[in-house]
C-alpha cells in the first residue's frame, strides 16, 4: 500500500527493548510512518533494516514531525531524562502532538512530565502494558491508559496496533497505578507459590503431581499454570522480563499504597523482598528466577 501524506500517521518509538522492539514492529506498515531511535545505535539500525524504519539520529530527530511519540524504557526517570538537552525529546516534539509513555512508570513522575509538556502544548498519556514479549509479538497486549478521554481516543489506532484490550482507566499515571498493582500481584502470586513448592519438594511431594492438584484447585494462578511449569520446573528461565523491572514495579505499587495512606504490609514486604533478590540475582535475571532465592534459603530444587 502507498503512503499518502492524509492518512499517514507519523510515530517515532524510543527503546527497542525486550518488549519494545516487538511492539514497535506493529508500526512499521501503513498507515503508519516510523522513526526509531535506541540508545545502544547498533540495535536501531537492526531494527531500521529489517523493518524499513527510519533510524533517528537523536531523540530530537526521532520526535521531529511525529505526530505521536512512543517510550518504551526501564523507569519514569529514564523517560524524563530523555527529555532534556538539545538532542532530547522536548527538542523535537511539536505542539499538538502526543507522547504516549509505554513504560511501566511512577505515576506522580507522570504527572510531572505531562504537566511540563503541557505548557508547549504537548499531550501525555501513561500507557503501560501486559502480556509479555509473546503477547507484543502477537499485537495481542492489554493496554492501562491514564490521561484525557480527548488524548486516549486519539491515540488509539496506535495502541490498537499492538494492544488487544486497550482501556482508559482513569486521568494521567492511572495506568501506571494500575500497572504497577497488576505486577505487584504477580509478584506476590510467584513468591507464595515458590515458597509453597518449597515447603512440598522438601517434604517429599512429587512437583508435577502438586502443580497437576493445585491448578485443578482453588491454589491455582497464571503463576502456576504457566510460569513455574515453563520457566522453573524446566530450568529454562528465558530472560524476556527482567527481575529488575519486576522489583522496580513492585517498589512503586508500594511506594503508591503508603501515598494513598493505606495500610499494605503485604505489598511492603513483597516489595522489599524482590527488591533483596535483585540485589542477589543481578539485573539480567529473569522474574521467575526470584525462586532461586527461595531454594537457597529453603535448601531445595523446585524441578
Ligand atoms: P529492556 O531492559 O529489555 O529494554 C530497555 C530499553 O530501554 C532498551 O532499549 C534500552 O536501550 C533502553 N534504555 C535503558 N535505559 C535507558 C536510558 N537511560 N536512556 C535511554 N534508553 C534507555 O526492558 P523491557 O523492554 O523488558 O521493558 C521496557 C518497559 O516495559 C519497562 O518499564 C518494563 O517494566 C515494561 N514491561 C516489560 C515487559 C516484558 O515482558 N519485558 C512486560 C510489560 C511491561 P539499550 O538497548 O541501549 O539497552
Redesign the pocket.
Known amino acids: 500500500m502507498e503512503r499518502t501524506e492524509k492518512n499517514t500517521i507519523a510515530v517515532a518509538f524510543?527503546?527497542?527493548?525486550?518488549?519494545?522492539?516487538p511492539m514497535a514492529k506493529h508500526l512499521a506498515e501503513p498507515p503508519f510512518q516510523l522513526a526509531v531511535w535506541?540508545?545502544?545505535r547498533e540495535?536501531a539500525d537492526a531494527f531500521g533494516k529489517a523493518n524499513d524504519a527510519r533510524v533517528a539520529a537523536t531523540p530530537a530527530d526521532a520526535a521531529r514531525g511525529s505526530d505521536f511519540v512512543i517510550t518504551?524504557?526501564?523507569?519514569s526517570y529514564?523517560v524524563e531524562?530523555?527529555l532534556e538537552g538539545s538532542e532530547g525529546l522536548l527538542a523535537g516534539l511539536r505542539s499538538g502532538s502526543t507522547l504516549v509513555d509505554?513504560?511501566?512508570?511512577e505515576p506522580g513522575v507522570s504527572r510531572a512530565i505531562a504537566a511540563r509538556l503541557a505548557e508547549r502544548g504537548i499531550r501525555f498519556l501513561d500507557a503501560?502494558?501486559?502480556?509479555?514479549?509473546s503477547g507484543?509479538e502477537r499485537g495481542a497486549l492489554t493496554v492501562m491508559c491514564g490521561g484525557a478521554e480527548e488524548v486516549f481516543e486519539q491515540a488509539l489506532p496506535v495502541l490498537r496496533s499492538f494492544g488487544e484490550k486497550v482501556v482508559r482507566c482513569g486521568p494521567v499515571g492511572a495506568g501506571h497505578a494500575l500497572?504497577s498493582v497488576n505486577n505487584m500481584l504477580l509478584a506476590i502470586n510467584l513468591w507464595s507459590a515458590g515458597e509453597g513448592l518449597a515447603v512440598l519438594a522438601k517434604a517429599g511431594v512429587d512437583i508435577d503431581a502438586a502443580l497437576g492438584v493445585i491448578n485443578a484447585s482453588s491454589g491455582r494462578s497464571n503463576v502456576t499454570e504457566t510460569l513455574v511449569p515453563e520457566r522453573v520446573v524446566t530450568r529454562a528461565f528465558p530472560r524476556?522480563?527482567?527481575l529488575a523491572?519486576?522489583a522496580?514495579?513492585a517498589g512503586i505499587a508500594a511506594a503508591v499504597a503508603r501515598e494513598q495512606k493505606v495500610p499494605s504490609p503485604l505489598m511492603q514486604l513483597a516489595s522489599e523482598l524482590y527488591r533483596v533478590a535483585h540485589t542477589e540475582l543481578g539485573d539480567l535475571a529473569d522474574h521467575a528466577e526470584v525462586v532461586k532465592v527461595i531454594e537457597k534459603w529453603a535448601g531445595v530444587e523446585i524441578s
Open positions: 524510543i527503546g527497542l527493548g525486550a518488549i519494545g522492539e535506541n540508545r545502544t540495535k518504551c524504557l526501564p523507569t529514564d531524562a530523555l509505554c513504560t511501566s512508570g503501560p502494558v501486559s502480556g509479555g514479549v507484543a500497572k524476556t522480563f527482567r523491572l519486576l522496580k514495579d
